[in-house]
């Protein structure tokens, strides 16, 4: 029997050995795409997703997820991003964000809010993020996270337990080729905010 790609042929060629080969390898091709096509949900969804797609997830999220982790738990990283992912910005969605990652307690300190017109306090565009653990992920991964979660302009300190953490060194050549770049600085990145600077 013909698969559904040789059938739609017209008949003389249905009956022409060579084009009914030549035919049907596209019809495989097809098929499989058309196989990868009704799995995409699948794929998309971070309970059912292979593993290389679960941290392919995270980084859409703008989590950064070590394969060395164990699966279930870059899982669970990816959902609590996904399910955080409306609140980026606020002091809420960082901290929601950061306790299901380190699986511990975060605290975070600014100086924001909402105040009547002339009521409110200086603010000095810097935050305290204090960590009880790391949950796994490296310091530097945990350290560009909140750097690419916090508002532009605004700076802030990570501390884990009582020692602060360090920003990672950027990659070899990168400040050269920013601070020789034409582009004027834009106001937050270079030179102006700690945690979007090394990011």
Do not use: C, K
Request: proline share 8%; charged share 25%.
């Amino acid at each position: 029997m013909p698969g559904w790609l040789v059938a739609q042929l017209p008949r003389v060629l249905q009956q022409d050995r060579f084009t009914r080969r030549f035919v049907s390898v596209f019809e495989s091709l097809a098929d499989e795409v058309r196989t990868e096509i009704d799995a995409l949900e699948y794929y998309l969804d971070a309970d059912t997703a292979p593993p290389e797609f679960v941290r392919w997830l995270g980084s859409w999220l703008l989590v950064t997820i070590d394969a060395s982790m164990p699966e279930e738990r870059q899982r669970e990283i990816v959902r609590a991003a996904g399910a955080y992912y409306a609140r980026r910005g606020t002091s809420y969605g960082l901290q929601g964000l950061l306790e299901a990652i380190t699986l511990g307690e975060v605290r975070i300190v600014d100086g924001g809010g909402t105040w009547a017109t002339g009521d409110a306090p200086p603010n000095p565009g810097r935050i305290l993020v204090r960590l009880e653990a790391t949950g796994g992920m490296p310091e530097g991964h945990l350290h560009r996270l909140i750097a690419a979660e916090i508002p532009i302009g605004v700076t802030f300190e990570l501390r884990l337990g009582e020692r602060t953490i360090e920003p990672p060194a950027a990659p070899r050549g990168v400040e050269e080729i920013l601070r020789t770049s034409s582009v004027p600085d834009m106001p937050g990145t270079v030179g102006t905010a700690e945690g979007s600077a090394n990011s």
